[in-house]
C-alpha cells in the first residue's frame, strides 16, 4: 500500500468516492481536507477500489473509513484487515477509525464487527434548516431576529457581496485581523480564499463604511442536499455582526440547500451554547471506532 499526500490534483477522484459515500461529517468534504492539511496530513491510497485515507487526529494517526466508489456500495471485510495490518506494521498501534457518522457505518460489511466505539461529542455537527436560519421565524429565534434589526437599524447602508477572486487581494489587512487568533485556522482560511475556485467554494461578506464587518466561507453539498458552512469570522465592534453575515449568506447563496451544516463546537462552551441558541434540527453524530481484528 503507497500512502500519498492528498493534493488538490486529487479532487475529481475523491469527490466521485465522497458523494457515493454519503457521510455527511463537515470534516470529511474535500475543501476542509485540503484546508487543514498541515494539521491533518492527510494521505491517501486507492486498496481494492476503495478510497482510504490516514490522517493526524488526537496526537496520533488514525484511519477514516474507507469511502465506496458507487459500484460497490458496502466495505468490505478484506479492506478492513489490510488497514489493520498497515497500522500495526507501521505505526505499531490499535487501528481506530475517526470522525465517523451512522450513515459511513452502516456500510461495513455484516462480517465486520465494531469492538470498540467512543461518541466524540464535541465533534457533532449541527445542522439547521435553511429556511429556519433566513427567516427566523418563530418564538423561539425571536432574539436573532432583533439582533438582526438592530444591526440593519444601526448600519442602514450596509451592504452584502458575494465572494469574488478579488476579495482575499482587496481585503488582505482586514482578513488577517479577524483571523489572528488561531494561526492553524488562518493558515486553514487562506487556503480557502486563495484556492477558492479549485475548491469549488462560495462566501459572502458584509461592508460598512467601506469596512470589512464580516465574511463566510462555505459550500453546497449537492448529493446530500445539504451546505457547509466552514468559516464565519466577524467584528464584535459591530453588534451582531455574527448574526447579519449568517442570515445574508444563507438567504444569498445557500438556497439550493435544504439543510445547513454549522460544523461543531469543539466543546468551547462559549460556541456550544451559540449553536444551540438557534435550535438545530438535528446533529450529525461522530464516534473513533476500533473494528474486528484492530487490536494490536
Not at 460497490?72 to 498497515?86: M, W
Not at 448574526?243 to 444563507?250: A, D, G, L, S, T
Not at 435544504?258 to 460544523?263: A, F, G, P, T, V
Not at 466543546?267 to 461522530?286: A, N, Q
Request: proline share 2%; charged share 25%.
Amino acid at each position: 500500500m503507497n500512502f500519498q499526500p492528498l493534493t488538490l490534483a486529487e479532487r475529481e477522484l475523491y469527490n466521485k468516492y465522497y458523494h457515493a459515500t454519503g457521510s455527511p461529517a463537515s470534516e470529511l468534504t474535500f475543501a476542509n481536507l485540503m484546508a487543514w492539511q498541515e494539521v491533518y496530513q492527510t494521505k491517501y491510497a486507492i486498496i481494492d477500489k476503495y478510497f482510504c485515507m490516514i490522517i493526524n487526529r488526537h496526537g496520533r494517526r488514525m484511519a477514516i473509513l474507507p469511502l465506496v466508489d458507487g459500484h460497490l456500495n458496502y466495505i468490505s471485510d478484506g479492506v478492513i484487515t489490510k488497514l489493520q495490518r498497515y497500522f500495526i506494521e507501521h505505526f505499531h498501534q490499535d487501528c481506530w477509525y475517526a470522525i465517523v457518522t451512522p450513515q459511513h457505518l452502516r456500510l461495513l460489511d455484516d462480517n465486520v464487527e465494531v469492538v470498540e466505539q467512543v461518541e466524540t461529542r464535541d465533534d457533532f455537527d449541527y445542522v439547521y434548516l435553511r429556511e429556519k436560519l433566513t427567516t427566523l421565524s418563530g418564538r423561539k429565534l425571536q432574539a436573532k431576529r432583533n439582533h438582526v434589526s438592530h444591526f440593519k437599524r444601526e448600519y442602514p447602508d450596509y451592504q452584502y457581496f458575494a465572494i469574488g477572486d478579488d476579495f482575499i487581494s482587496k481585503y488582505h489587512g482586514a482578513i488577517i485581523e479577524l483571523t489572528n487568533r488561531i494561526p492553524e485556522e488562518q493558515k486553514a482560511i487562506l487556503y480557502m480564499l486563495e484556492h477558492f475556485s479549485a475548491l469549488q467554494l462560495s462566501g459572502g461578506y458584509i461592508i460598512v463604511d467601506n469596512h470589512l464587518v464580516a465574511f463566510t466561507i462555505g459550500e453546497v453539498i449537492d448529493s446530500m442536499n445539504m451546505a457547509v458552512v466552514h468559516i464565519e469570522k466577524a467584528n464584535l465592534d459591530y453588534h451582531a455582526s455574527f448574526q447579519i453575515i449568517n442570515q445574508e449568506f444563507v438567504a444569498h447563496c445557500l438556497q439550493d440547500a435544504m439543510y445547513i451544516n454549522r460544523e461543531q463546537d469543539l466543546g468551547i462552551e462559549g460556541l456550544r451554547k451559540t449553536k444551540l441558541s438557534y435550535h438545530p434540527d438535528h446533529f450529525i453524530e461522530k464516534s473513533d471506532i476500533i473494528l474486528t481484528g484492530g487490536k494490536v
